[in-house]
């Protein structure tokens, strides 16, 4: 879904990112990601985890591109205008595909456990925070391997440990753990189909400048919604550190 957001593991039955139920809920409107957007690209500093993707997708250097969980389209628009590759994006959700095609990028609904594409269609297939909501990680792998090229490139993005977890302390939460596709299992998950994986750590800060947009952060979050009339009384402005990791792979 291209934009990264932060999910818990607590209490008795928590909210499972990869549930289908959840991801068509959060996804039928544009409205919290946009918000999850606007955070980490107007508050951020230091080192941004979307520019790393970028950079990553460039040294591919790719002529054809597949996003798969493909949200607003403003990643796959970027890659077409500024890289000139050729760019077809997925998504499970209809909305996020209207607003992807509303930007010029050829898209359509599909689940990348299942994806419409004859093998080796692609030189390079992006996976932006999206994996740990597919059902079936391995299932999804396999076919993002499939509709690559030999020797295409995958780019993978995910939260690393302890992101945002200065905000997470301060409502009385912890830090995102349990993912099914994470920091601490990318690699090895990669590495079960793909060769040449690399790790790339994005590491920053959000400023928050006041309580109130601590709330409307919180508040737009896929688990921790409930979580926002927690947000106390802080001393401004409130920074709280940034991780995410982009993993870089190769197809034999």
């Known amino acids: 879904m291209s934009s990264p957001d932060d999910a818990n593991e607590q209490g008795t039955r928590p909210l499972k990112l990869d549930s289908p139920l959840l991801v068509q809920w959060e996804y039928a409107s544009e409205e919290r990601l946009a918000v999850r957007n606007q955070t980490y690209r107007e508050l951020a500093e230091g ?3 979307d520019e790393v993707v970028f950079e990553a997708v460039r040294a591919a ?3 054809r591109l597949l996003e798969v969980g493909s949200g607003t389209g403003e990643l796959a628009e970027r890659i077409r205008e500024e890289l000139g590759a050729d760019v077809c994006a997925v998504d499970v959700s209809p909305r996020m595909v209207e ?3 509303a930007r010029g990028v050829d898209a359509r609904v599909a689940d990348v456990q299942d994806l419409p594409f004859e093998d080796g269609s692609f030189d390079c297939v992006l996976a932006a925070w999206v994996l740990y909501h597919v059902p079936d990680v391995d299932r999804g792998l396999e076919e993002i391997a499939r509709v690559l090229k030999p020797g295409g490139r995958l780019v993978a993005a995910t939260m690393g440990v302890g992101n945002l977890t200065e905000l997470w ?5 912890k830090s995102t753990r349990g993912l099914t596709f994470g920091a601490d299992n990318g ?8 060769t040449d994986v690399e790790r790339h750590d994005a590491k920053g800060t959000v400023v928050f400048p006041n309580r109130e947009a601590m709330r409307r952060f919180v508040a737009a979050t896929i688990t921790r919604a409930h979580l926002a ?8 402005p409130f920074r709280a550190r940034t991780s995410h990791v982009v993993f870089t792979a190769r197809k034999p």
């Open 47 to 49: 080192t941004t985890a």
């Open 61 to 63: 250097g790719p002529d």
């Open 99 to 101: 607003l992807t095609l």
């Open 169 to 173: 302390e301060a409502i009385g939460d």
């Open 187 to 194: 690699e090895e998950i990669l590495r079960r189909r793909f």
């Open 229 to 236: 009339d927690r947000v106390p009384a802080v001393v401004e």
